[in-house]
């Protein structure tokens, strides 16, 4: 690299290449910051020119780093995360939080959110939401992930995290779908009917009821019934609809559908009978994020906003 690297180098330009480096993309880069491809583009060969030095290797697969990219990468995130601290040292705890925040989280668990986010704004009308939503686990330095709601496990080590709250699982089913289909009484009756499950992840299909007490034998570990349904999704806010939409039953997070259960739409299955294991809720920061004035103030929304519901 260029012993005279040129020092005026603005930290926009590096907040861009090192957003670039972590997706491998320009136009992933882009599609985040709604701007058009040649702008990214513009702010990498602006820092090529700076450092002296080639950073990526460009061809129709993608691009990749060069030796010189890799080793401005290292202090690149160093240098991002010293700024970021400064700054938040700075803001002290009445400063109006503002930016973009990227919140991952699952499709129920984004509609559950959503009537938070009035008076998260009415809070702090700079902040800008940008809701991921998608049962799958993500990457969060790549997908540029500010925080991460996330339910059973908060994962690894490396990761900040706050817990929000918890949870059980239960059956759910409309009014209407119970009015053409005879209310299951027992586990066995869940055969004679249509299961909306979710694919996401073995466990969601996992469900536990009480020891089967006509077996004969002494059982004090759950039954474990597996469903077959018919309809599949691996999206909860889509299992959720199908739901409500009167197309099965459907094994769904309690607190996420405690609205639809208050107003009638729906009605818990086999309530007596379903063995159901609380579940904790977390929000989930990289530590370079954890300290910023934005992600601060969602976090201490939506532990007042869990809190209704525990």
């Known amino acids: 690299m260029n012993n005279r690297l040129d020092l005026s180098i603005q930290l926009a330009d590096l907040q861009l290449f090192a957003r670039v480096a972590d997706t491998g993309s320009l136009s992933a880069v882009a599609r985040e910051r709604i701007v058009a491809v040649s702008q990214i583009s513009r702010a990498l060969v602006r820092l090529e020119s700076a450092v002296g030095a080639r950073l990526v290797h460009r061809n129709t697969h993608g691009l990749s780093l060069t030796a010189d990219g890799q080793r401005l990468l290292q202090h690149a995130h ?3 995360a010293e ?3 400064l700054a938040a040292s700075f803001s002290g705890g009445s400063a ?10 699952s499709g129920a668990m984004g509609v559950f959110l959503l009537p938070s986010l009035a008076s998260l704004r009415e809070k702090h009308p700079g902040l800008v939401i940008d809701v991921a939503a998608n049962d799958a686990i ?31 699982r239960r059956l759910y089913a409309t009014p209407g779908y119970l009015s053409a289909h005879p209310a299951p009484r027992s586990v066995s009756d869940l055969a004679n009917h249509a299961l909306v499950t979710n694919t996401a992840s073995a466990s969601l299909n996992r ?8 077996s004969g034998a002494a059982q004090t570990e759950p039954q474990v019934y597996r469903p077959t349904g018919s309809l599949r999704t691996n999206d909860s806010a889509v ?4 739901v409500l939409n009167g197309l099965g039953i459907g094994r769904m997070n309690a607190t996420v559908v405690a609205p639809w259960v208050k107003s009638g739409q729906l009605v818990e299955v ?16 990289l530590p370079e994020r954890h300290r910023h004035a934005k992600v601060r103030a969602c976090i201490e929304h939506w532990v007042d906003w869990f809190a209704q519901f525990s």
Request: charged share 20%; proline share 4%.
């Open 78 to 80: 160093a240098l991002l």
């Open 239 to 242: 299992q959720l609809a199908m």
């Open 138 to 168: 993500v990457d969060m330095a790549r997908e540029g992930i500010d925080v991460a709601i996330r339910v059973g496990t908060h994962g690894s080590d490396s990761l900040v995290a706050r817990r929000l709250g918890q949870f059980e």
């Open 207 to 214: 469900w536990l009821f009480q020891p089967d007490a006509t």
């Open 96 to 105: 109006q939080a503002s930016g973009v925040v990227r919140v991952a989280t």
């Open 270 to 285: 086999l309530r007596d009978q379903a063995v159901t294991e609380p579940v904790p809720i977390y929000a989930v920061m």
């Open 83 to 85: 700024a970021q601290e």
